[in-house]
């Protein structure tokens, strides 16, 4: 824990404007190893889906079960299930994708209440920075899912789509579910289209829906559109002291 809190304080200082040369080059280090531990963790998951969404809904909610069913169908076609390895809305996607045999991941954040990794995890990695972690969940991803959450989830969200939108990253499908909960963000969406803050095209990168056939056929297209193998297409170096994932 105090190694963890020292880590959690020198990510504010160094958010907070210039340190000192040496800190900087040590708190540059750090995050250079954080890389290196996260791409040797996830690097054999194969194509994955990663699904965004609250830590705060529980088992019963009917998000956290709408979350469970969409994840299996997911894992059904061959992706690996990729989360933030927390609870609510992430523990039921990887609880779904474990139900049906499918591969469940988490890129957990480490926080000074400790988030522990959900119990429906084949394999996880713990991350001491929030923007490490997210470009992880990003960088082994052919598909979003964005469910009902927070400024956490909205944060991913916009992420994804702006590396789409400026053609960062490819085209890979968006899903934004319940068009309930997200009402007002649709319409705010819609208001950046009519004001010319986005292209009129760029609301087409993404797809609203309330159902998980749907879903389902949107993420579907991708392994057609990308040419996916949904097999693990890297083997590991042993002299790399590197592992499968069975």
Same mark, same amino acid.
């Given at each position: 824990m105090?190694?963890?809190?020292?880590?959690?304080?020198?990510?504010i200082k160094f958010l907070a404007g210039p340190q000192s040369r040496w800190k900087e080059l040590i708190f540059t280090l750090r995050v250079v190893i954080e890389f290196i531990k996260g791409f040797r963790a996830?690097?054999?998951?194969? /194509?994955?889906?990663?699904?965004?969404?609250?830590?705060?809904?529980?088992?019963?909610? /009917?998000?956290?079960?709408?979350?469970?069913?969409?994840?299996?169908?997911?894992?059904?076609?061959?992706?690996?299930?990729?989360?933030?390895g927390g609870p609510g809305i992430m523990e039921a996607a990887n609880k779904g994708a474990r139900e049906v045999g499918g591969r469940s991941v988490g890129c957990n954040i480490q926080l000074p209440h400790e988030q522990k990794p959900n119990p429906?995890?084949?394999?996880?990695?713990?991350?001491?920075?929030?923007?490490?972690?997210?470009?992880?969940?990003?960088?082994?991803?052919?598909?979003?899912?964005v469910m /009902?959450?927070?400024?956490?989830?909205?944060?991913?969200?916009?992420e994804a789509l702006t590396l789409i939108q400026t053609k960062m990253i490819q085209e890979f499908p968006i899903v934004i579910f319940d068009t309930e909960f997200h009402e007002k963000l649709i319409a705010h969406i819609d208001q950046m289209k009519n004001a010319g803050t986005i292209s009129e095209e760029d609301p087409q990168l993404f797809l609203f829906t309330d159902s998980v056939e749907?879903?389902?056929?949107?993420?579907?297209?991708?392994i057609e559109k990308f040419k996916l193998q949904t097999e693990k297409p890297y083997q590991p170096f042993r002299w790399l002291l590197e592992h499968p994932f069975k």
């Open positions: 105090s190694e963890l809190y020292s880590m959690t304080k020198s990510e996830l690097h054999f998951l194969g /194509p994955c889906v990663t699904i965004f969404g609250s830590a705060r809904f529980v088992d019963g909610h /009917p998000f956290y079960e709408k979350t469970e069913e969409l994840a299996g169908r997911i894992a059904q076609l061959g992706f690996t299930i990729l989360t933030g429906y995890l084949d394999k996880w990695v713990n991350i001491k920075f929030f923007f490490v972690r997210k470009v992880l969940l990003v960088k082994y991803s052919f598909a979003f899912v /009902p959450g927070g400024f956490g989830t909205l944060d991913e969200y916009f749907e879903a389902v056929a949107y993420i579907k297209n991708s």
